[in-house]
Every structure is written in structure tokens, then in C-alpha cells.
């Protein structure tokens, strides 16, 4: 097979892992939907009633968080504009993952307060909460060496580091999401309903989300 | 900065990962021993005690598959004989940790069993039984791509999924593994205990061996 033929498979392959990290991310973005609108009673931050604003943690660290972080990876495939419009949209993309996320945070310690157990004890918590810092962390030394202005060489040796530290976060986020639905679905202590089969499927589409906007981006190193 | 120093600098971070990686996963390896042995009464699969049964499954699906399924994976860093000796090492490494993953999960059904619980309800064991699966076709196709002769076009095509989807392999392997530590750990209801602080930093060190393994192996592609 000739080189040219090569890269055309690999840049279509990678083209196609963006779609069905798509259509993974926005399945389970619809059954997680379903499942804290439908079975768990709805999502409200300022509310009197503690599942409702627990809702809001796992609403907004999925649908916001790790999502946005899988859509900003995914821009230099998804948006037809400029390479320095495209950095602008990856930045700010994560910079709104990251501002959404604190609310999301805030919204677990704001439910704990209310029913007065003790913060940051599981292990979901304990990856949770390491893999926030550290995006956070990711995002500065993103900021200062992509967009501040550097030389083309510091540029092109943190690249790899960049680009392989910002996959390996985004899976650390999953396992938090996946550690978390666990949890939640190991003290409701249900086994085959139909409420504990959605929060099965929620997890296997953010897993698969997470794996294909992986694949996706490593995939496209290649072409 | 010169390519040469780029290439030198990638070269000599890969291999500190590889030592990153291997500390991490020894770690973990203890800290399973020391909970398993000192918290949970043992390790025995032909046992009446319906514990010391279960305990064979997190032991074995750690510290022997994902252990092993690492290590198969830095063969190409760590083992310093041919290349065509790497490849028959990573092949077997990987087939051995395939064998013990299928009496770890056997260990499992068995302990079902004994308690009259059902099978195959939980995240956990929806994402274990749909990665391990895919590692055996991983396995298979490895083999009939890489080790019975191909063209070197073909093989060339291949390899950057075979990569990939190896390192995402990984990734699902460990998030099977910290949902099963969380599903356990949720079940058993302690909080600030030593034995849950100990089941948090077996669970972090298995996620940084995941991620160290990655990157070794990511960074070292731009070598």
C-alpha cells in the first residue's frame, strides 16, 4: 500500500472516531438526562430538596465538564477555521469546561453540607478531585506555552507532552465519572431494574466518549 | 533546541516513565497484597470461606492481568534483546495475562455462586467482561497481523490501531478495576478508615500505573 493511501485511511479513520465520539458523548449526555430528570426528581442548585442538588454534580462534571473537554480535543478535526481559530476554540472550550466544573464540585460539597457527611473520603472522590487540579493545571501550562508567545521550538518539544498529558486526563476524568456512577449505583443497592441498566449504559457511553475522542485524536498523530 | 536534543529529551522521558510506571504498579501490587491478606482473610480459590474465594478475583485481575498486560506493553523499552525476541515477549506476556484474567473472572462466578447473588448487573462488571473480550481479539489480531508473515505494508497499516487500541485497552482495564475498588469499597459503607484510605491508594496507584504505561508508550511514538 502506497504512503499516500496510508494517510488518506488514517486521516478517514480519524474522521469517523470524530463522529462516533459524537454520538457516543451525546447518548450519554441524553441518558444521563433521562435518568436524573426521570428517576432521580430533577436537577436545582438552590433547592430544599438534597437529591435535587446532588443531581446537579453528575449533570454538570458529564454534560459539562467532561464533555466540553472531549469537544475542545476534537476541535482541530471538528472546526473548519484558522489553526490560531482553532487553538482560540480548544482554550476557551476547556476554560468553560473548567468554570462549569467548579460549579459542579461546589454543587457535591453544597449537598454534603446539607445532609452532614464528611467530604472527599471515596475514591471517586480522591481521583475526582486530583484530576480537576491537574486540568486546571494543564490549562495554565497550555495557556503559557501555546499562547503566549514562545519560540517555535519550546513549542514543538512540550507538544507531545501537551497533546499525551491532555489524553491520560481525559481518561483520569472518566474513571472519576465512571468511579462516581458506581457509587451512587452501589449504595441505591438495585440490581436488575431498569434504573440501575440506565445508569449501566450512561457509564459504557461515557467510557466509549472518552475512548473514541482518544482514538480520534492519537489516531490523527499518524497521519 | 536542536531535533537531536528533541529526540534525546523524548528518549530519556520515556524510559523515566517506564521506571514511573513500574514503581507505581509494585505499589499497587502491595497494597492489594497487604488489604487482601490483612483486611480480607486471604486468598484462596477452593475455599468454603465465600471471602477468602472472592479475593482471588481482585488479585488476579490486578495483579495479574493488568500487572502483566503493562509490563507486556513497555516489552519494547524494558526487555534489551532483538526486536523479534521484544515482539515474542510482549505476545506471551500478554497470553499469560489473558490465562490468569480468565481464572480471576472464574473466581468471581464462583463466589456468585456460593452466595446465591446474580451475575453480570453492575457497571463494573458490564465494562470488565465487554474490555476483556476485547483484549482477547486484540490478542488475535495481533497475532495474525504481526506474528504469522504479512507484508510489511500491512503490517506497517495496522500497527498505529494495534497501538492504540492497546493503550485504550489499558485505560477501559483500569477503569473496570477502580469500578470494581468503588463498588466494593461503597458496599463495605466505611468512610475514614485505614482499610478504606488503603483501598483509595491501591485504586490511585493502579490509575497511575495505567497512565504512566500510556505515556511511556505515547511519548515514545515521537522519538
Redesign the interface.
Known amino acids: 500500500?502506497a504512503d499516500g493511501l496510508?494517510t488518506y485511511?488514517?486521516r478517514r479513520s480519524a474522521s469517523r472516531l470524530t463522529i462516533g465520539a459524537h454520538l457516543f458523548g451525546v447518548l450519554a449526555f441524553i441518558l444521563m438526562l433521562i435518568w436524573l430528570l426521570h428517576y432521580r426528581g430533577g436537577i436545582e442548585y438552590d433547592s430544599d430538596n438534597v437529591d435535587r442538588v446532588f443531581n446537579v454534580h453528575p449533570f454538570l462534571m458529564f454534560c459539562g465538564f467532561i464533555f466540553l473537554v472531549g469537544e475542545a480535543m476534537m476541535v482541530y478535526k471538528t472546526v473548519p477555521v484558522s489553526h490560531n481559530g482553532q487553538k482560540f476554540f480548544h482554550m476557551m472550550l476547556h476554560l468553560t469546561a473548567i468554570c462549569v466544573g467548579i460549579v459542579g464540585i461546589c454543587a457535591v460539597f453544597k449537598f454534603h453540607d446539607m445532609i452532614n457527611v464528611?467530604d472527599v473520603?471515596?475514591?471517586?472522590s480522591?481521583?475526582g478531585i486530583?484530576t480537576f487540579c491537574l486540568f486546571g493545571l494543564q490549562w495554565l501550562f497550555g495557556l503559557f506555552t501555546f499562547i503566549v508567545p514562545q519560540p517555535s521550538?519550546?513549542k514543538?518539544?512540550m507538544l507531545?507532552?501537551h497533546i499525551?498529558?491532555g489524553?491520560?486526563l481525559l481518561?483520569?476524568a472518566?474513571?472519576a465519572a465512571?468511579?462516581g456512577?458506581?457509587?451512587k449505583?452501589?449504595?441505591m443497592q438495585q440490581?436488575?431494574t431498569r434504573e440501575?441498566h440506565l445508569?449501566?449504559f450512561t457509564?459504557?457511553f461515557i467510557?466509549l466518549f472518552?475512548?473514541f475522542v482518544?482514538?480520534s485524536v492519537?489516531?490523527a498523530?499518524?497521519v
Open positions: 500500500m496510508v485511511h488514517y464528611e473520603y471515596s475514591l471517586h480522591w481521583i486530583g521550538e519550546t514543538q518539544s507531545p507532552w499525551c498529558g489524553r491520560a481518561y483520569m472518566v474513571c465512571l468511579t456512577l458506581m457509587e449505583s452501589a449504595s440490581k436488575h440501575n445508569m449501566n457509564g459504557l467510557l472518552g475512548v482518544d482514538l492519537a489516531l498523530r499518524y
